[in-house]
């Protein structure tokens, strides 16, 4: 069991290195961020934000994984991604809502940029997964 979770999880580790590099960067660099006008406090609560949701949305793509019919590995899918959405449209709305005229622009596109990278890194290594899954279950058939 402890290996079944291990070989789930390393392939996270991806996403892991991204949240890593990305918070080291703009806490290092954040004089020069905060001259191109972005406000790097809000880059690192968002940044933080995209992991904690990306990591809410990677459980329902491993249970997934665990199933073979496709009616549920579709729903898991859509549930992840659907989920990480909301949590970050959330997050935005209630940080314009709060900051009102002092809202850092830069710092929201920088965001989504961010949420597009988090997205393509688990949809990439869910293919992956899946793809290994697709040859294992095969395997056993044979």
Known sequence: MAKSNLTLNRPFLPVI?????????????????????????????????????????????????KNNRPAVFMRNIYSGMMLKMFICLIAALLYILRMKKEVSLGAILTLMFLYFLYTFLEISILMKLSNKNKNVNDTKTD
Do not use: E, K
């Open 17 to 65: 290195i991204v949240f890593l590099v990305v918070s080291v960067i703009v806490y290092a660099g954040s004089d020069i961020i905060q001259d191109w006008g972005i406000n790097p406090v809000v880059v690192l609560a968002g940044n933080l934000i995209l992991m904690l949701a990306t990591s809410i949305s990677w459980f329902f793509l491993v249970r997934s994984l």
